[in-house]
């Protein structure tokens, strides 16, 4: 409910960019920013030490982003948005929210927001130790269900993005080849499969990819993608 709160918030009092397909937008702003997606999909990539690309989130309608970048500090530089998709998103500085008339909430739904992107990042990092590499590409698979998945009358659950293997890879730390030697298995034991047609992945059996990593059941604003 907070989410949503915020997220009104920044459209009601923020500015509309739009970026086009295949569009970079650097994180290297002198103010803090929040964004609201309208439209689109865009992935946060960053760059590793070793110049290796990285996904840490996805972003569709309804999704909030903070920006806390700080020009001064090289690292920043590094996060960056690449837009899949034609992106409409809602920007505002975090000090121009706060000089509007709705300032006395905005502080209190900033914390919950960060709060809880806490939670899931050192849930996700958790994931990724106990369990492998597997494990992670598993852990994320359940998180882009949860964000993206769309039930089929058959009972299979379609996540309803475009999403590749080497985009699986750069979610997950790992290669490309690798990733694929994994969904070849989970394939084959008819726990996933790939719809050609649309270019999307279907889970076929959700609770025997939850068994592999002794899924907990989280809350699933704590286990999600975006």
């Known amino acids: 409910m907070s989410n949503q709160m915020l997220y009104h918030l920044i459209k009601q009092y923020g500015q509309v960019r739009t970026f086009k397909a295949n569009e970079i937008h650097h ?3 002198t103010s803090s920013n929040l964004y609201a997606f309208e439209q689109g999909l865009a992935f946060l990539k960053q760059l590793d030490r070793k110049g290796k690309e990285l996904i840490s989130n996805i972003y569709i309608k309804g999704a909030i982003f903070i ?3 700080d020009s001064s500090n090289s690292f920043n530089s590094k996060y960056y948005f690449y837009f899949k998709e034609t992106t409409v998103v ?3 500085s975090i000090d121009a929210l706060k000089e509007t ?3 006395t909430q905005i502080t209190e739904l900033i914390f919950q927001y960060t709060n809880n992107e806490m939670t899931k990042k050192e849930l ?6 106990f369990n492998g590499k597997k494990g992670a590409l598993l852990s994320n698979i359940i998180r882009l269900t949860n964000s993206f998945g769309v039930y089929q009358k058959d009972g299979n659950i379609l996540i309803d993005i475009i999403i590749t293997h080497e985009d699986l890879a750069q979610m997950c730390g790992m290669s490309r080849e690798r990733v694929t030697k994994y969904i070849s ?3 084959a034991e008819n726990t996933l499969k790939y719809d050609k047609n649309v270019k999307k992945f279907i889970v076929k059996d959700l609770s025997s990819i939850k068994s592999q990593i002794s899924c907990e059941n989280c809350p699933t604003n704590l286990c999600t993608i975006s």
């Open 90 to 92: 809602y920007q505002i």
């Open 185 to 187: 298995k989970l394939k």
């Open 67 to 69: 920006d806390m970048s």
């Open 124 to 129: 996700k990092l958790r994931d990724y130790l």
């Open 101 to 103: 008339d709705d300032n």
């Open 27 to 29: 994180l290297n702003d």
